[in-house]
């Protein structure tokens, strides 16, 4: 029988609100929206768009940006909870995520440990904030990504297992596609029934533990 393993992502998921979006509002010049539309519309890449979106913000304020950023994060309910059960059943869980290292690793600090963490990094050393992509698509995916979740779900390599993605947004759809169960939220669960893709809409963390317990109890997916 499959083994579960879960692929969490951060922004939007865990955090109830996207860290990048408030962090530009906050710091960046007039402009940034430009760029926004840009990567919305597709114009540019998430990873162009993102890396030219932090380029605008100075290096100096690094402090004080890392600082907004965790006050201003709102953990999603239940998510402490998640990962205690995740623990409990010995189900691998990754947080996956396109935000980036100073935000993340602080904002995640009081509920780990996690199976791993894949994000995008960052450089301060020049004037600008600089964004490093640690994890850029393999040959097999050609979206340009920045932190390409169907690559490093291929790279992980989880044999025989069954895959769970939770997500909420349009970057998260390539990782559905390549998931045995979706928990949705928001525009991916638009996306999933548009794909007919496999998966349950979810409002808090106690509601995808509730879906994977089920899974469990019909013995579907086995810890
Ligand atoms: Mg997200
Ligand atoms: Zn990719």
Redesign the pocket.
């Known amino acids: 029988m499959a083994m579960p393993v879960i692929y969490c992502?951060?922004?939007?998921?865990i955090t109830e609100s996207?860290n990048i979006i408030a962090i530009m509002e906050k710091f960046a010049p007039p402009g940034w929206e430009e760029i926004k539309n840009q990567i919305l519309s597709r114009q540019f890449s998430i990873c162009k768009g993102v890396g030219k979106l932090f380029s605008l913000l100075p290096s100096d304020r690094k402090d004080e940006i890392t600082k907004f950023a965790i006050e201003n994060a709102k953990i999603r309910a239940g998510f402490k909870e998640f990962v205690a059960f995740a623990h409990e059943e010995g189900i691998p869980l990754y947080i996956v995520s396109g935000g980036i290292d100073f935000f993340i690793y602080p904002i995640l600090a009081d509920y780990g440990p996690f199976t791993g963490v894949y994000c995008n990094k960052s450089d301060f050393s020049e004037e600008g904030i600089q964004i490093l992509w640690p994890h850029t698509c393999d040959p097999l995916c050609k979206n340009d990504c920045g932190c390409c979740k169907p690559s490093i779900i291929r790279h992980l390599n989880h044999k025989n297992s069954f895959r769970i993605v939770i997500?909420?947004?349009v970057?998260?759809l390539e990782a559905a596609k390549h998931a045995d169960f979706v928990l949705a939220r928001d525009l991916l669960q638009e996306k999933c029934l548009e794909w007919g893709i496999n998966h349950r809409e979810f409002h808090t963390f106690f509601d995808c533990i509730e879906e994977i317990k089920k899974r469990i109890e019909v013995g579907e997916i086995s810890c």
Request: proline letters at 0%.
């Open positions: 992502d951060f922004d939007g998921t996207d997500g909420d947004s970057t998260d």
